[in-house]
């Protein structure tokens, strides 16, 4: 049991810049979520997959956000055309299907300049 | 929406002091609730969890019990030391259907410090 793998682990970006974020889950787990995190402030979910399929959306991932996960197992979450206020720390947790208990990554801290 | 009111911090204590953080939480429904804990420098990971009324999570000196006359899982330790200074998050999430499982509201987060 290697963790949940995120990358990078910072990212400093310009305004109106993509960026890519990826996340290896752990490898038996066939559930995967996206949270946001603010300084000050606890996680709140973005989306989940189970295998490849994108499951459930929250209002807070706008249309510049997007996430995959091609193979049903790594995902990225791509960002287009950044604001200062997508500044935060971008965590992924994985869990088997049915299981409450989620593993979390260290998450990829994003700072938008 | 779902929401969850913690216990705003930051806590300090002595060691061996007796740790409380409250934390309630509004669902329809009754959801599962979670104490997850982030020591420095680490990725969350889950202390103790409760399914339904009445149950005690429990794990490494800490308790929690789901009171659902309240909707309320308060966190507990008798004896606090410093290895426990950390983030500590109040969680719930629905667990109605099984197809919900994961998708969590936290509260705000409590920071613990525990001196020598």
């Known amino acids: 049991d290697t963790g949940v793998s995120q990358d990078p682990r910072h990212k400093i970006t310009k305004r109106g810049q993509n960026v890519t974020f990826r996340c290896d889950p752990i490898?038996?787990?066939?559930?995967l979520y996206w949270y946001r995190q603010t300084l000050g402030q606890g996680p709140e979910f973005l989306t989940y997959?189970?295998?490849?399929?994108?499951?459930?959306k929250s209002r807070l991932l706008s249309d510049r956000f997007s996430a995959e996960r091609p193979k049903g197992s790594f995902s990225t979450l791509e960002i287009q055309r950044t604001e200062q206020g997508d500044s935060a720390m971008y965590l992924c947790?994985?869990?088997?299907?049915?299981?409450?208990?989620?593993?979390f990554g260290s998450g990829t801290q994003l700072s938008v300049l | 929406g779902d929401s969850v009111t913690q216990m705003e911090g930051p806590v300090t204590l002595s060691e061996e002091a007796f740790l409380t953080i409250n934390c309630t939480y509004t669902?329809?429904?009754?959801?599962?609730l979670f104490w997850y804990v982030q020591y420095p420098g680490e990725g969350l990971q889950l202390l103790l969890k409760?399914?339904?009324?009445?149950d005690k999570g429990s794990n490494k000196g800490f308790e929690a019990t789901y009171r659902k006359e309240t909707t309320s899982f308060h966190l507990e330790k008798g004896s606090v030391q410093v290895s426990d200074s950390a983030v500590y998050f109040c969680?719930?999430?629905?667990?109605?259907?099984?197809?919900?499982?994961?998708?969590?509201?936290f509260g705000q987060g409590t920071i613990l410090t525990v001196h020598p």
């Open positions: 947790a994985s869990s088997f299907r049915g299981a409450e208990k989620l593993f």
């Open positions: 490898s038996e787990h066939n559930r």
């Open positions: 997959f189970q295998n490849e399929a994108q499951l459930e």
């Open positions: 669902a329809t429904g009754y959801p599962s």
């Open positions: 409760a399914t339904k009324a009445d």
């Open positions: 969680a719930g999430g629905s667990n109605a259907g099984g197809t919900s499982y994961g998708k969590l509201t």
